[in-house]
């Protein structure tokens, strides 16, 4: 249905596009000089169909609702529905299930005796809804009518049209941005109603499933949380990625030839692109079983299956093509006249690389390594299938560990009770992760766009 | 002065160097080595359980409590009406963002701040983004959980970033000539962006785009948080059903006990495997394809 | 090809020619360098200069798809010799370059780090005095002795160029290759690297690339003349300002092309 009169709403304007460019031409045809090209004056006149008619749509389904429910609520079968506003709600929300789709099975009974005066509602809104729009495009389309003529400016209104589009797109990233903190901290706020942030920031026990009653703030302390993030992600794995990662870049940038790098770089780069799903699967299948086994033969007590060894080390394995990457292109930012003075004083091709174009890389490989830490931080899946659901303080890398991620999805999956601080915290984590990576990554960007100006 | 050089000591030094030298490019070379290795690993694996599960019922089933039964097309067909609404979205906002802050926007404070942002979203982990849809697309505007829209409007939050980035480069890489001379015989800027410098990033920004979609299509923790992980039997028909992903269809499955589901799942991360590598093998192909050196 | 034979010649050239891919940079150049002299190499932009400079220290090597053709002795042993270690060869000719390049590392880390690669000093003590010593050769010493811990980079460009210059000295070459060493500097700068390198051109052979003939004239004994490749004249340098032989070195001194 609203599919539908969309499409009419474009048609419409399609319509007076070519109308417009009919009637400029004919204009044109008649003059040697007029401000704008025909063209222009179809976008205009097409604009001012199309956009009042979309505005007018936007208000209705705001404004159009509430009325509908008003007038369900007055029906007969309306007035025998409970007064209780959060069971009227769910009655009506209900109710507009059946009435968009009949095999809708709903909780409460009145909801599907109110669904065809539901539906009826709608369906005269609806159209009169329709016929604003339609009113509207004519209205907007017939102010443009007049306006296609010799001295009218219609490629400057066209062009500033335009423009606002451009701007509007990128203040979409802005609007994700504050639409992340506004939503993260507004949830998390809730939690902060009931657990305070010191306890959740600075506890040591972390067990939401017993969280009832008063000992809230016993249960949410997160640094088990965070202890078990920092050591797979940030030691684990960047103990894997930083050395395989380097290595491989210097040898992609220093030692290989032009085809074999063109040939070894794209498939290095392979590992980035697979899922971490396939990671985790991997983990889970493969890499645990291996390490417990190993562990057991090596003589560990019960070694557990799910491990913060195996999650790291996949993960470092899936960080690899990242940190060589920014490590290539940190190399490749230093001068050749910088490794040239090395070498020709003598110095190997190792020793250039060790004792100069490494330490003049640092600062780029250095934030490179702090966005691979944003990452792997940040990374769920691998550690969902891997890592276990354990918040414990350990320095065994054999035992099961939980991180911030892994405590999210388990939060936010399964039976949840909307607005318990069980569901909240994971709000509260996700603040905390978003927090720790931005400033990672606004350090990191920093540091990158200062040591590129640096040898510009 | 040269005897320096000649005596016997000097010499060992020198060949101790030198056999430093290629134990280095060794490791350099067991970097690499090692991790295509693990690559190598992982994708045998992935192929030994999971090939002999590719058959037509496989690819053509939906989800089903017996392994044996479990197919493949609901999930597909879920990534496929999502990856649509992540496309139409993220892509036009994308390039209309990557046009602006390239072309027309004045240098200030507020054009700063949609530079940080956009450089920070990209490196935003995706489960935040899932935080973003679970609050405002499912509690706050009270969309269907579950459904192909909610997580390729999710996903497209998330993809906009990386094409508005890959568009920016893509835009400058089109040297400035092109522009004088197109304003020189006239054109509006508009027009010089539009008609002369788009066309010619098309490419650039296309890579990119694929790129971005590709991240997409394998995303999973954003897609747990706002529900699409309901076992879905029945194929989604638009997208407003409750459906589930591929990525997803292969978490489920891999949490199933019964053995028969490791061969679903390997053969479902077959299938996710070869749309990525098409979409990669794509991306690579149109930028050799179209890379011009001005 | 015109060539003098020198009597105490250190490095000699005999039909070199340095491939870049297929393409011939240096076509057939022999040429003697003496001891304790400096020679100056001149020529138009794009003449080979360079390539000809790199392949006396094997720097060539380090390009890929360079390639060198003919014979090339130091002390009469060849350098392109299986048994030659560019590691060695490189110390004992070492190299300065157009642009002043130091480590981002201290002005002492700068002149330590050759000696230290080549293990030249055992102790603190050694290592001190090898940098005060490459310092002081490189005129350098005075203004840095108090600053030695600062950044190589925070000197100023002459400063640079005669800390990349005590950089070279430091590990005791016998031939300082220097390629357009003044081309970044301004007047003052230039002049102080031109007396350094007469102070310097007893103890070591000296071979300079210059693009002015000033200059060429005023801190060599000998100059080469290369063109498209080929290295069309070589003589004393008083002869060949005044006296050149060939049409094409007359054209170039006196300014008709280049
Ligand atoms: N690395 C390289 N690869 C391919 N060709 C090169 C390379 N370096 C130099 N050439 C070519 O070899 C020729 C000689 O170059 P060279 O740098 O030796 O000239 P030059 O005399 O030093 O010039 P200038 O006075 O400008 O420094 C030129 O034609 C140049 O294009
Ligand atoms: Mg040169």
Redesign the pocket.
């Known amino acids: 249905m609203t599919a539908a009169v969309l499409l009419a709403a474009f048609a419409l304007g399609a319509i007076g596009w070519f109308v417009a460019r009919a009637r400029a031409r004919l204009l044109y045809a008649g003059r040697e000089s007029m401000h704008s090209m025909p063209v222009y004056h179809a976008w205009h006149l097409a604009l001012w169909v199309v956009l009042p008619a979309l505005v007018v749509w936007g208000l209705w389904s705001v404004i159009a609702p509430p009325i509908v429910d008003g007038v369900v609520l007055a029906s007969p079968a309306g007035t025998q529905i409970p007064t209780d506003p959060v069971q009227r709600a769910a009655i009506l929300s209900e109710a507009r299930g059946i009435a968009a789709d009949p095999s809708f099975i709903g909780f409460y009974d009145q909801s599907s005796t109110i669904a065809a005066p539901m539906r009826a509602a709608q369906a005269r809104f609806g159209l009169i809804g329709t016929v604003l729009m339609a009113l509207a495009a004519l209205a907007g389309g017939g102010y443009a009518w007049t306006r296609v003529t010799g001295r009218f400016p219609a490629r400057t209104r066209v062009e500033r049209a335009v423009m606002l589009t451009l701007l509007a797109a990128s203040l979409l990233a802005i609007l994700t941005t504050l639409g992340i903190i506004g939503s993260l901290v507004f949830e998390a706020g809730l939690f902060f109603r009931d657990v305070s942030p010191i306890a959740f920031l600075t506890g040591l026990h972390w067990a939401p499933a017993n969280a009832v009653g008063d000992d809230l703030n016993a249960n949410f302390g997160a640094v088990p949380l965070f202890w078990g993030t920092i050591f797979i992600g940030a030691i684990i794995a960047m103990i894997v990625a930083i050395p395989l990662g380097l290595m491989s870049a210097v040898y992609l940038t220093q030692y290989a030839d032009r085809r074999a790098r063109k040939v070894l770089k794209p498939v290095l780069e392979i590992l980035a692109g697979i899922p971490t799903v396939v990671y985790g699967y991997f983990a889970a299948l493969t890499v645990a079983p291996f390490i417990r086994d190993l562990a057991a033969s090596l003589g560990a007590q019960n070694p557990s299956t799910e491990s913060a060894l195996a999650a790291g080390l996949v993960m470092g394995v899936m960080i690899i093509p990242f940190v060589s990457s920014m490590a290539d292109d940190a190399i490749a930012a230093v001068p050749r006249a910088m490794a040239d003075g090395s070498l020709a004083m003598g110095a190997t091709k190792s020793e250039t690389i060790k004792k100069v174009l490494l330490p003049a890389a640092l600062p780029g490989i250095v934030a490179g390594v702090m966005l691979a830490v944003s990452r792997a931080i940040g990374e769920t899946m691998i550690v969902v299938m891997a890592a276990g659901a354990a918040a414990r303080l350990s320095l065994n890398p054999l035992e099961s560990m939980t991180t911030v991620t892994y405590q999210i999805v388990q939060l936010l999956t399964g039976d949840q009770e909307f607005n318990s601080p069980k569901t909240l915290s994971a709000f509260a984590l996700g603040l905390v992760l978003f927090v720790v990576t931005l400033i990672l990554n606004i350090i990191a960007l920093r540091v990158v766009k200062r040591f590129r100006e640096a040898y510009e | 002065m040269s005897n320096t050089w000649k005596n016997p000591d000097m010499a060992r030094r020198i060949a101790r160097r030198n056999a430093a030298e290629r134990r280095f490019k060794a490791l350099g070379l067991g970097a690499i080595v090692l991790s295509l290795l693990f690559l190598a690993v992982l994708l045998f694996i992935m192929l030994k359980n999971g090939l002999g599960g590719l058959d037509w019922a496989f690819l053509s089933g939906s989800d089903a409590t017996d392994a044996s039964a479990a197919g493949v097309w609901g999930a597909a067909k879920g990534s496929f009406l999502t990856m649509v609404v992540t496309l139409v979205l993220s892509f036009p906002m994308g390039v209309l963002a990557a046009i602006y802050l390239e072309e027309f926007a004045p240098r200030n404070r507020w054009v700063d701040w949609v530079e940080v942002s956009i450089n920070n979203l990209a490196a935003v982990p995706s489960i935040i983004f899932g935080l973003l849809g679970l609050a405002v697309f499912i509690n706050t505007l009270g969309m269907a959980r579950s459904s192909p829209l909610v997580g390729g409007l999710t996903l497209a939050l998330m993809t906009m970033p990386v094409i508005v980035i890959s568009g920016r480069n893509a835009i400058k890489a089109v040297p400035p000539s092109i522009r004088t001379a197109a304003l020189g015989v006239g054109a509006s800027p508009v027009q010089v962006v539009f008609h002369h410098v788009l066309p010619l990033a098309l490419p650039g920004i296309l890579t990119g785009t694929i790129i971005g979609m590709a991240r997409a299509l394998g995303e999973t923790a954003p897609l747990l948080m706002i529900g699409m992980r309901a076992f879905v039997a029945t194929p989604a028909s638009g997208i407003n059903d409750p459906s589930s992903v591929l990525p997803m269809q292969i978490f489920l499955w891999s949490d199933e006990i019964d053995r028969g589901f490791v061969q679903n799942t390997s053969a479902a991360i077959i299938v996710l495997l070869v749309f990525l590598l098409a979409m990669n093998g794509l991306a690579i192909y149109l930028r050799n394809k179209f890379e011009t050196r001005w | 090809m015109p060539e003098a034979k020198l009597p105490d010649s250190k490095l000699t050239a005999r039909n070199v020619d ?1 491939f ?2 297929d ?1 011939k ?2 076509d057939d150049v022999s040429i003697d360098i003496g001891n304790g002299v400096v020679t100056a ?1 001149i ?12 392949t006396l220290n094997r720097m060539n090597d380090t ?4 390639r060198v053709t003919g014979q090339i002795l130091l002390d009469g042993e060849d350098i392109y010799d299986r048994d030659m270690d560019p590691v060695a060869l490189r110390a004992r000719v070492g190299m300065v370059f ?1 642009k002043p390049n130091p480590f981002p590392k201290s002005i002492y880390e700068n002149v330590a780090y050759g000696p230290r690669i080549h293990g030249l000093a055992q102790a603190k003590p050694e290592m001190d005095a090898i940098v005060e010593k490459a310092l002081t050769r490189a005129g350098l010493w005075n203004e840095v002795k108090d600053r030695l811990t600062d950044a190589g980079t925070a000197l100023s460009g002459g400063q640079q160029q005669r800390l990349c210059i005590a950089r070279a000295v430091a590990v005791s070459p016998e031939v300082i290759l220097m ?2 060493p003044c081309s970044a500097l301004d007047p003052i700068a230039t002049a102080r690297i031109e007396e350094l390198i007469e102070d310097l051109k007893d103890r070591y052979a000296i071979v300079i ?1 210059t ?1 002015s003939m000033q200059q060429a004239a005023r801190v060599s004994q000998r100059t080469a003349f ?1 063109h498209l ?1 080929k290295m069309v004249e070589y003589g004393d340098t008083d002869q060949i300002f005044t006296n050149p032989r060939e049409e094409r070195t007359k054209d170039y001194i006196t300014g008709r092309y280049g």
């Open positions: 340095v870049y891919g393409k940079a240096i190499f020529g138009p932009s794009g003449c080979g200069k360079s390539t000809f400079l790199r390009i890929a798809g360079a157009q390629d357009e690339v693009h290369f490749g």
